[in-house]
């Protein structure tokens, strides 16, 4: 078999550098977004993961931000099985009597208590109250779309417009999609508007603290106002742009967002799709902005590694939508809930925003230190969600910069400790985003395997 130019192979990992064969024989290239490392994970635990040849990778991405707790807590997986009632549950003939592992057409109480107790978390939370009902998804671009969908059910079929921020990502099928990038990198759904979002202006630590002079952004959303009038339905931005390269705006610009919806009858959409469960430094992002959402969208760490994701909003809003227009046949899934129930039992029982907390001080001390390198631009970040914007070092670009410190870093140092990181976000972007449970010990020890990797480029 010829070996397909994509290939990724490391020396020495021959069991890893079979399994990578076998997947892009048998999984077309789509499916992964493109990194360097492509890690080939046996076992996770903690805030590590062990590749099939024994070594240990710090994992400095929690997943992708989804293992806010670490991974597989042995206290939270108890409590996920007891929630399913798996725990020492009876049952003869070679089954077990438990919850069932469908919500379609049927309710569970597993379901009505995930729901009971994420509103009430959501509702205790400063800026929550508008957040009546949970809408389940089964991905993040799912929530977002049926959000959206409810949003634009104020007007007839095709009169109602969007607006998003320009650079954001929230996911890539259908109105997620839409609402995702700038209107010159795809073909545009006509239902959209984009505005601008302060990239420049927080593009470093420093630049963050600066005010924000706030005129030009809400003289755009004005010119909007006097295009479209009513037919401005709805504006979804993100607490910062994750995907779009890890830009955490001024505070102000997102209240002057929330403020022109409300005042226009617009619906403020917040998309916390990957900053839920503490990543911002609290339980939810909107609290830190001091914003009231009308809607809010929650995914990643919402279920701590279990894929369930959830709009949650303005019963009225939802009340658009008629039987079975937001129904499919995950969404609500008892296994989700059961997850998102022993999460929230982790959140407020111990200290795990506190963890977040002191964690976060460490990443930016270890950051304005790496920072001081010639193949690092700049840092930014809050909690324990950062960004290191490479640039071009020697003959490299930045982007190849930000790829060959994600290959280096896995591959590790000479006393084989590695790092795990994703491939980089807007081409140079390299994402710290650990676990919020991972230890300040932990986190510099492996911030100095980084260092010294970072800093044999550009030598
Ligand atoms: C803010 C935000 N919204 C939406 C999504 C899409 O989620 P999914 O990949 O589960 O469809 C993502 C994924 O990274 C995201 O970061």
Known sequence: MNTPNHLVEHNGENTSNHLRHDLVATEPLCLRTRTSSLAVLARSAGSYHYTPEGRRLADFTSGVLVANLGHHPKRWWKRVLQYMALEDAAGDSGYHEAVTLTSYNAATSVEMEANRRLLASLQATPGGKRLEQVLWAASGSEAVQKGLWASLAKRPAGDGIILATRGGFHGKKGLSGAVTGSETDKERDPRVRFISFPK???????????????????????????????????????????????????????QMLAEFCHENDMLFFLDEIQANFGRTGSMYAFSEYGVEPDLVTLGKGLGNGMPVDAVVGRADVFARLGYGEGSDTWSAHPLGCAAVLATLDEFEQEDVIGQGRTLSAAIEECLVKLNELPAILHVRGEGTVWGIECQAVGDLSAEQVAHEIVRLAYLGDEQGRGVHLLGPLAGKVIRVAPPLTMSVAELREYFDVLHGIVARLGQ
């Open 200 to 254: 420049e202006e927080c593009r470093s630590l420093e630049a963050r603290r600066q005010p924000l002079d706030l005129a030009p952004y809400r003289a755009e959303l004005e010119a909007l106002k006097a295009e479209f009038g009513d037919r401005l339905c709805v504006l979804i931005t993100e607490p910062y742009l994750g995907g779009g390269g890890s830009y955490h705006p001024q505070k102000e610009y997102m």
